[in-house]
């Protein structure tokens, strides 16, 4: 639902950790609007049996899919943790397992991204298309100035700094 100034209302993860059940595994993409397979399904069904009479109508059922695709999101995310975590833990033991995992998996991403750009000063093929290192640092720059892994490793640490302190480290 959408608030007063226009804002669509969000859901809290106790909410959704307690709503989440099976996971939606189909969604569709309604011009830029994630919606649940079943939810389109059931909004097609609905107008092939009369029961959305003119776009006016349309309009309001597209709104009211994107004012719950919040809720949907979330419950998602939370079938998902509970596939690969197990059935059984609490919504707090699931955040803390999944926000430990975060930590570390933000740090391989980072690593892997710095890999990446380091390896093309490394290949024999790429160094071919230059006459010399400094030519190739002119143009390709060094990794470790390279804006897309500067911005990586901001991100990176600043997840991992969340992460931490919702953790209390």
Request: aromatic fraction near 6%; proline fraction near 2%.
């Amino acid at each position: 639902m959408r608030q007063a100034d226009g804002t669509r209302n969000k859901i809290s993860i106790a909410t959704a950790a307690q709503a989440s059940g099976k996971r939606d595994g189909s969604w569709e993409n309604l011009g830029g609007q994630l919606v649940p397979s079943r939810k389109l399904e059931e909004l097609l069904d609905r107008a092939r049996e009369g029961g959305i009479h003119d776009w006016t109508d349309m309009h309001a059922q597209y709104e009211r899919l994107a004012d719950e695709y919040p809720a949907d999101k979330t419950a998602h995310a939370w079938a998902v943790l509970r596939l690969l975590y197990g059935e059984k833990p609490s919504a707090s033991d699931l955040s803390r397992s999944a926000l430990r995992d975060l930590i570390v998996l933000s740090g391989r991403v980072e690593e892997q991204v710095f890999a990446t750009r380091a390896k093309d000063h490394s290949n024999a093929f790429r160094k071919a298309t230059f006459r010399s290192e400094a030519e190739m640092r002119a143009v390709v720059g060094l990794p470790e100035d390279n804006a897309f892994v500067r911005k990586t490793r901001t991100d990176m640490a600043d997840i991992r700094a969340r992460a931490s302190a919702f953790l209390g480290q």
